[in-house]
């Protein structure tokens, strides 16, 4: 990086906060982004798994232009406004959830994972929460304490909220079998926790930051079957595999699984702030007036890009291109790792997909340095990635599911090349 921008940012920001990049971005369009130097990347981080409709898509684009002619700002709580109401009502009618639902919307996803919490606690006069080991659900401090990942986001931050635990969460490439991760929620229900003062099972479909690890339609629907038994709500943690990062609108779809409560985030505003929490009536409105609420929540401008997105859904049958990156790029990877001895695993739902690199097929050693070469190489390549995983030694693709397929295949080609 040019010595004024280092300054620029070391003197100003703290240094927890570091950036990958070396230089400041200047201009994105869908895949394609530019930085201050005119280099030019393909874009598979997408602001981590955001910008699935890419950056600045004219239906998002349009929709925002045309509410900023009118107004910026309305805390709902006093002054409802209708983008608000009309996302409510799609995220309502489009989410697979088999009774009337109501929609909470958020600024962000650790937002939406605190409202569920709350709600759930309220509905069933329950305090115990249980999540997943290697499963992320933001930085703020409840949400920190339902991450199962301590490296970096917990270690030196505790003391925690009480009453959450951590279950296993099924690895089959590291021989954690549904079985073995169903067993640990029954060993908690035995030797710490009481199912009968449980609120929620939290769990992510596809286990995000913790290496990109899907979970079956057979431990999720068994995750259903344990809260139906003793009255805990299922929450959903879509927040990252919703609209369509998984080649279905919601990871729920694929699973065929119905939660009681669900957060979304990232995707669903376009590349703006935004988060929801969408849950069973019964629920959503067992809450007291004002018992929950937000200042920014439900910004009139990111609700007009959220309308967008759906437009942008509805009307480019974005969810066949995702279908047809994720035949791509799984027959693509799937040669790599016959190919090379480092790479361990090809896995994930859709066109959400990790690549686990280990020293040798055999002994499965998580190799974090080959991967952050990799890395930097890509980079260097023109094509942005970023790792994942208890071990950081998984490289992930999220990139646009509006990428064209010809984008994809360079971006494939540069990883190709990078590994050599
Ligand atoms: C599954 C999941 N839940 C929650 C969050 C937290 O979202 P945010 O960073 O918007 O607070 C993330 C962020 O990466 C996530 O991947």
């Known amino acids: 990086m040019e010595n004024l921008l280092t300054n620029l940012i070391t003197e100003n920001v703290p240094k927890a906060w570091f950036s990958t990049l070396d230089n400041f971005i200047t201009k994105g369009k869908n895949a394609e982004v530019w930085d201050s130097k005119g280099n030019r990347y393909l874009d598979f981080v997408g602001g981590y798994a955001v910008l699935n409709t890419g950056h600045l898509h004219d239906k998002v684009v349009n929709k925002v232009e045309e509410q900023l002619k009118n107004f910026s700002h309305s805390c709902f709580a006093f002054a409802p406004h209708e983008n608000a109401v009309l996302l409510a009502e799609q995220l309502n009618s489009r989410y697979p959830i088999n009774s009337k639902t109501k929609s909470f919307i958020v600024n962000s996803g650790a937002e939406a994972i605190e409202n569920a919490v709350k709600i759930a606690r309220y509905f069933t006069q329950r305090k115990q929460i249980i999540s997943f080991q290697g499963g992320f659900h933001g930085r703020t401090y409840l949400a920190m304490a339902l991450t199962g990942k301590d490296k970096p986001y917990k270690e030196g931050f505790g003391p925690f909220p009480e009453f959450v635990h951590h279950a296993i969460y099924p690895y089959h490439y590291r021989d954690l079998s549904d079985e073995m991760a169903l067993e640990s929620i029954k060993k908690l229900f035995m030797e710490s926790v009481n199912p009968k003062d449980t609120a929620a099972i939290l769990v992510e479909i596809q286990i995000g930051e913790g290496g990109y690890i899907p ?174 995983g208890k071990d950081g030694n998984v490289i992930r693709f999220m990139g646009p599911l509006t990428t064209p397929l010809e984008q994809v295949n360079e971006a494939l080609n540069i990883f190709e090349n990078s590994l050599n």
């Open 215 to 388: 979970a079956s339609k057979y431990f999720l629907s068994e995750l259903r079957s344990i809260c139906d038994e003793h009255g805990i709500l299922l929450i959903f943690d879509e927040v990252q595999t919703g609209y369509g990062r998984t080649g279905k609108m919601f990871g729920a779809e694929l699973i065929d699984v119905e939660p009681d409560l669900v957060t979304l985030a990232k995707g669903i505003g376009g590349g703006f702030p935004l988060a929801a929490v969408i849950g069973r009536s019964e629920i959503m409105d067992s809450i007291h007036d004002a018992g929950i609420g937000s200042t920014f929540g439900a910004s009139p401008i990111s609700c007009a890009a959220a309308l967008g997105v759906l437009e942008a859904f509805d009307t480019e049958d974005i969810l066949t291109n995702a279908q047809d990156q994720a035949i791509l790029m799984n027959t693509f990877l799937h040669d790599l790792k016959e190919k090379y001895e480092f790479i361990g695993d090809v896995r994930g739902y859709g066109p959400m997909l990790g690549v686990e690199f280990v020293d040798n097929k055999v002994n499965k050693s998580p190799n974090k340095e080959l991967v952050n070469k990799v890395l930097v190489k890509s980079r260097e390549n023109g094509l942005l990635l970023v790792s994942c």
